[in-house]
């Protein structure tokens, strides 16, 4: 099983629709959590931390959930400017791995 | 501003030659990384630092070296024993190991 899972995608998503991924970690004594946005052919930006007790930064809402060992990422009210790659990062003992990205695809 | 630089943005390597791509932080940060991306995978790490003069392998060193002699700078050198190096390189800093990563806008390194 792989450290950090995401599924792919691509979700083709219309505009104003919410829109949920999630994260799969393999190690259940992983401390840290993140959500990275990247944009095509650019360099992956820090979107928002994940903390136990969720998190929310506008429309983006994250969760953790330690029994299943997941993260996730919830966009409300999504924009065409949300279309990107959502890359989750799980760091344990201070090892960072990051997934292989979801991408999302805002539809107008 | 404070931020990553990277240099160049576009790199061609010939065959048998060994490339540095440039990395430089003004954010003060101690440590510092190389990431290696391919399309369909995520980022693998090459090498980190958590000070200066000091540094470690991560997943996928071989083929490549670097130096940390300044705080602020940490190249990264693709030897020619790195047999498919035509990837997205990136370079991040953070406080310290473990803490979220700031990235440069990366070098496209493709082989002639």
Known sequence: ?108 | DGGITQSPKYLFRKEGQNVTLSCEQNLNHDAMYWYRQDPGQGLRLIYYSQIVNDFQKGDIAEGYSVSREKKESFPLTVTSAQKNPTAFYLCASSNRVAQPQHFGDGTRLSIL
């Open chain 1, 1 to 108: 099983r792989k450290e950090v899972e995401q599924d792919p995608g691509p979700f083709n998503v219309p505009e104003g629709a919410t829109v949920a991924f999630n994260c799969t970690y393999s190690n259940s004594a992983s401390q840290s959590f993140f959500w990275y946005r990247q944009d095509c052919r650019k360099e992956p930006k820090l979107l928002m931390s994940v903390y136990s007790s969720g998190n929310e930064d506008g429309r983006f809402t994250a969760q953790l959930n330690r029994a299943s060992q997941y993260i996730s990422l919830l966009i409300r009210d999504s924009k065409l400017s949300d279309s990107a790659t959502y890359l989750c990062v799980v760091i344990h003992n201070e090892k960072l791995t990051f997934g292989t990205g979801t991408r999302l695809t805002i539809i107008p």
